[in-house]
């Protein structure tokens, strides 16, 4: 599966923003999706996980009640709508799927990477 991931810019603090993760190829529905983002000289971390019905999502702790994780397999995306961003929110946003079933935080779990989105927070 490919993925293109859209939706980032930037947004003054207190804001929200939507992203959007477009998959093509092979049957998206099976797949289990994940966020991740990467801020300047750090290491990217992980956000969200979705399992492939949506029914299941898991969140980290950082961005537990302000971000949301979906998906529409009819539509074959993902999507990770994010409120009350901060300064501290700004990087690079990758979505990744997961051939696996299961959620996982873990990179290494994840097949497939799109090619980021960059968000920016102003304060």
């Known amino acids: 599966v490919q993925l293109q991931a859209s939706g980032g810019g930037l947004v003054q603090a207190g804001g929200s923003l939507r992203l959007s993760c477009a998959a093509s190829g092979s049957d998206f529905s099976s797949y289990v999706m994940g966020w991740f983002r990467q801020a300047p000289g750090k290491e990217r971390e992980f956000l969200a996980t979705?399992?492939?019905?949506?029914?299941?999502?898991y969140y980290a702790e950082s961005v537990k009640g302000r971000f949301a994780i979906s998906r529409d397999n009819a539509k074959n995306t993902v999507y990770l709508q994010m409120s009350n961003l901060k300064p501290e929110d700004t990087a690079v946003y990758h979505c990744?799927?997961?051939?696996?079933?299961?959620?996982?935080?873990?990179?290494?779990?994840?097949?497939?990477w799109g090619q980021g989105t960059l968000v920016t927070v102003s304060s």
């Open positions: 990744a799927a997961r051939r696996y079933p299961g959620l996982s935080t873990t990179q290494g779990s994840y097949d497939n």
């Open positions: 979705i399992n492939w019905s949506g029914s299941q999502t």
